[in-house]
């Protein structure tokens, strides 16, 4: 049989042509795009017009974003939502995931229908609440009614606009803290809970002192997924609120997308858009750091 | 301190059954070890005295009082498991002070009692270190302390040593003894390392296959076995056994005859039986025509330090001797020898395996 050029090739030369497909498609994907976005965010560019008549403006657009008071009042918005839906979602999934920890008739079944939520589409998931929302015929305001309360505006008042799309996103993504949550608490030695029982620990000690601290760095990773996710939430205003009213429920994303896409700012929205990366890697820095020191500890 | 008492114990999980049926009486302050097999019933008849097991029938008794329905944490147990007993995430100190503060003791008196343990147990370069960073030896020791600091009324250890080196091992056995004596607590030990059994205990609980085998002092187990199990698992190198025919003056195996002079009280008359005898009671300073006296070819020998072992075999069946004399010339394998079995210390079982009785 004759041999193929495969044969020929040198061990590294073997392992490079294997990577290159994974790592022309990055380049194409990421490394390109970025070097671009960084490029235009120094530009007064809109894609509507042509690149003749844009020039470098330096770090404007930057400094005109963040002198902006809306620019601010998005975050502040945001970061409202991201506490409010993330906290929601640790506290219900952890309780959750504590109980479908054992084993229990019914437990494997229960967990699937618990992580369905998760599996949708977000945009789906985004006008499904926007219909229980819905003032005058959405459920929401139907079971209200039952237990004796009053008709709500949910969708047209921004103060209850936050918490109908908090519930929707705590909604959709509690699967996930509790997917998590189960496998850590599940991955505990048994031999360490019996130790715990033996020695006398109450169930409430039992989880704080023993359970929690032990599962604390795959929970750690829960949060900060969900953080992430959260912060860049979009799909969900965009079924439900629109941003709206007014722009009194716009993300910090919602309105990059606004600028990029409905007014057409190409150099102010990618200079948002840099600020966002430049956030989200700062926070992620922030735990990895955390989780290696736990990891490292004993 | 309590005395315990099982009361036909039983555990089935669906059609198998892991203890049959146990009975047992174990003294306050007693050191008792459960020795046997894996999957002989000892874990689990110690999981069940611990509570984390519910038996399917039978009582548990501490101090005369029934205790099936308490859950573990109110039995005032103490437990130290095979391998991971520490809270990874705390150190020894806080470890140590976890039960204790489960129990709400003041923070006077759990420092008072940490103390003491650490006193005890020689623990204080290590209390401030996490159980991971500290060697298996010292990991045991500080869940030993933290299971004896709230002066349980029984200390439950299931294979507490078997995770340590053979050489820290024995440094241990002695500790741990040491420690049992001191603290006067009363102790089950779980194992399957039968030389750990006999060094530690007060009396041993030999099981087997869910049942109890027998029941008596180290000394009693390894002198008097009461069937072929206990004969073989007790004892290192194992007991020689060997298919005999009795026949008027002696014992036939195969075609070869080993001569006694009389017939050891238990055999009356003849027939099928199994010799039992331990290898430091089969010596190759045997004379021709004297009772318990063979000639025998050296098929194979060893040494481990100063014992010499050597095997021969008689029927085609096999036997291992000790040399206890040092200056003794090695025996040389491809001679024969004439090997001498201490009539008094031989033992008969039927064929299947009970030991015979004299009549």
């Given at each position: 049989?004759?041999?193929?050029i495969?044969?020929?090739?040198s061990?590294?030369?073997y392992c490079?042509?294997?990577?290159?497909?994974?790592?022309a498609?990055?380049?194409?994907?990421?490394?390109?795009?970025?070097?671009?976005?960084?490029?235009?965010?120094?530009?007064?560019?809109?894609?509507?017009?042509?690149?003749?008549?844009t020039q470098?403006?330096?770090?404007?657009n930057?400094?005109?974003?963040?002198?902006?008071?809306?620019?601010w009042d998005r975050f502040?918005?945001?970061?409202?939502?991201?506490v409010?839906?993330?906290?929601?979602?640790?506290?219900?999934?952890?309780?959750?995931?504590?109980?479908?920890?054992?084993?229990?008739?019914?437990?494997?079944?229960?967990?699937?229908i618990?992580m369905?939520p998760?599996?949708?589409?977000p945009i789906v998931?985004g006008?499904?609440?926007?219909?229980?929302f819905n003032?005058?015929?959405?459920m929401?305001?139907?079971?209200?009614?039952l237990?004796?309360?009053e008709?709500?505006?949910?969708?047209?008042?921004?103060?209850?606009?936050?918490w109908a799309?908090?519930?929707?996103?705590?909604w959709?993504?509690?699967?996930?803290?509790?997917?998590?949550?189960?496998?850590?608490?599940?991955?505990?030695?048994?031999?360490?809970n019996?130790?715990?029982?033996?020695?006398?620990?109450?169930?409430a000690?039992?989880?704080f002192q023993?359970?929690?601290?032990?599962?604390?760095?795959i929970?750690?990773?829960?949060?900060?997924l969900?953080l992430?996710?959260?912060?860049?939430?979009?799909?969900l205003?965009?079924?439900?609120?629109?941003?709206?009213?007014?722009?009194e429920?716009?993300?910090?994303?919602?309105?990059?997308?606004k600028?990029?896409?409905?007014?057409?700012?190409t150099?102010?929205?990618?200079?948002?858009?840099?600020?966002?990366?430049l956030?989200?890697?700062?926070?992620?820095?922030?735990?990895?750091r955390?989780?290696?020191?736990?990891s490292?500890k004993? | 301190?309590?005395?315990?008492?099982?009361n036909?114990?039983?555990?089935?999980?669906?059609?198998s059954?892991?203890v049959?049926?146990?009975?047992?009486?174990i003294?306050?302050?007693?050191f008792v070890?459960?020795?046997?097999?894996?999957?002989?019933?000892?874990t689990?008849?110690?999981?069940?005295?611990?509570?984390?097991?519910?038996?399917?029938?039978g009582?548990?008794?501490?101090?005369?009082?029934?205790?099936?329905h308490?859950?573990?944490s109110?039995?005032?147990?103490a437990m130290v498991f095979?391998?991971?007993?520490?809270?990874?995430?705390?150190?020894?100190?806080?470890?140590?002070?976890?039960?204790?503060?489960?129990?709400?003791l003041?923070?006077?008196?759990?420092?008072?009692?940490?103390?003491?343990?650490?006193?005890?147990?020689?623990?204080?370069?290590?209390?401030?270190?996490?159980?991971n960073?500290l060697?298996?030896?010292?990991?045991?020791?500080?869940?030993?302390?933290?299971?004896v600091?709230?002066?349980?009324k029984?200390l439950?250890?299931?294979?507490p040593?078997?995770?340590?080196?053979?050489?820290?091992r024995e440094?241990m056995?002695?500790?741990l003894?040491?420690l049992q004596?001191?603290?006067?607590?009363t102790?089950?030990?779980v194992?399957?390392?039968?030389r750990?059994a006999?060094?530690?205990?007060?009396?041993i609980?030999?099981m087997?296959?869910g049942?109890?085998?027998?029941?008596?002092?180290?000394q009693?187990?390894?002198?008097?076995?009461?069937?072929?199990?206990?004969?073989h698992f007790?004892?290192?190198?194992?007991?020689n056994?060997?298919?005999?025919?009795?026949?008027?003056?002696?014992?036939m195996?195969?075609?070869?005859?080993?001569?006694?002079?009389?017939?050891?009280?238990p055999?009356?008359?003849?027939g099928?039986?199994?010799?039992?005898?331990?290898?430091?009671?089969?010596?190759?300073?045997?004379?021709?025509?004297?009772?318990g006296?063979?000639?025998?070819?050296?098929?194979?020998?060893?040494?481990?330090?100063r014992e010499?072992?050597?095997?021969?075999?008689?029927?085609?069946q096999?036997?291992?001797g000790?040399d206890?004399?040092k200056?003794?010339?090695?025996?040389?394998v491809?001679?024969?020898?004439?090997?001498?079995?201490d009539?008094a210390?031989?033992?008969?079982?039927?064929p299947?395996?009970?030991?015979?009785?004299?009549?």
């Open positions: 049989m004759k041999k193929t495969f044969y020929r090739l061990d590294k030369t490079g042509v294997f990577i290159l497909p994974a790592l498609v990055l380049v194409l994907m990421v490394a390109y795009p970025f070097i671009s976005l960084l490029y235009y965010s120094t530009l007064n560019f809109s894609i509507l017009r042509p690149m003749q008549e470098h403006i330096g770090l404007q930057y400094t005109e974003l963040l002198t902006s008071p809306d620019l502040i918005f945001t970061g409202k939502f991201v409010m839906t993330v906290g929601i979602q640790m506290l219900v999934g952890t309780a959750i995931a504590y109980f479908l920890q054992r084993d229990f008739r019914g437990r494997d079944i229960l967990f699937t618990f369905l998760m599996m949708l589409c998931v006008f499904l609440w926007r219909y229980i003032s005058e015929w959405g929401a305001n139907y079971l209200l009614k237990i004796g309360g008709k709500m505006d949910w969708l047209g008042r921004s103060e209850n606009a936050i799309v908090v519930i929707a996103d705590a959709m993504w509690t699967p996930f803290v509790i997917l998590l949550a189960t496998a850590a608490f599940r991955s505990i030695p048994n031999d360490i019996e130790a715990a029982d033996i020695d006398g620990a109450s169930p000690l039992r989880f023993i359970t929690l601290p032990l599962s604390a760095p929970l750690l990773i829960a949060l900060l969900r992430i996710d959260a912060f860049k939430q979009n799909d205003f965009f079924a439900m609120t629109g941003g709206g009213p007014g722009s429920t716009a993300t910090v994303s919602f309105m990059l997308g600028l990029a896409f409905g007014h057409f700012y150099g102010e929205a990618s200079a948002l858009a840099v600020i966002l990366l956030i989200i890697t700062g926070l992620s820095m922030i735990f990895v955390y989780l290696l020191g736990i490292q004993g | 301190m309590a005395s315990i008492k099982l036909n114990l039983t555990m089935r999980y669906g059609n059954t892991a049959n049926g146990i009975n047992l009486a003294d306050d302050g007693e070890v459960f020795l046997g097999p894996s999957g002989c019933g000892k689990t008849t110690l999981r069940c005295i611990a509570g984390l097991e519910n038996p399917t029938s009582d548990i008794l501490f101090d005369g009082v029934k205790v099936n308490l859950h573990a109110a039995r005032n147990v095979q391998f991971i007993s520490l809270y990874p995430h705390k150190t020894v100190r806080k470890n140590i002070a976890f039960p204790l503060r489960a129990r709400g003041s923070e006077a008196q759990i420092v008072e009692k940490i103390k003491w343990v650490e006193d005890v147990f020689s623990l204080s370069e290590v209390m401030d270190r996490y159980p960073s060697p298996p030896g010292s990991r045991q020791l500080a869940a030993l302390a933290r299971a600091v709230r002066d349980p029984v439950l250890l299931d294979e040593l078997s995770a340590i080196d053979e050489q820290f440094e056995r002695w500790e003894k040491h004596s001191r603290l006067g607590v102790t089950i030990h194992t399957h390392d039968q750990e006999m060094s530690l205990a007060d009396r609980v030999l087997h296959s049942d109890v085998v027998q029941i008596g002092t180290p009693a187990l390894f002198n008097d076995p009461i069937n072929e199990f206990a004969a007790i004892g290192s190198p194992a007991m056994l060997a298919d005999v025919q009795v026949a008027s003056g002696g014992l195996l195969g075609s070869s005859l080993l001569p006694l002079g009389s017939l050891p009280t055999l009356s008359e003849p099928n039986l199994r010799l039992g005898i331990r290898p430091n009671h089969v010596q190759r300073d045997g004379k021709a025509g004297e009772p006296c063979v000639l025998a070819l050296i098929e194979d020998r060893y040494a481990i330090g010499e072992y050597f095997q021969f075999s008689l029927g085609g096999k036997f291992v000790i206890k004399e200056n003794r010339q090695l025996a040389e491809g001679t024969s020898e004439m090997i001498r079995f009539c210390e031989m033992r008969f079982f039927t299947d395996g009970i030991k015979v009785v004299a009549p």
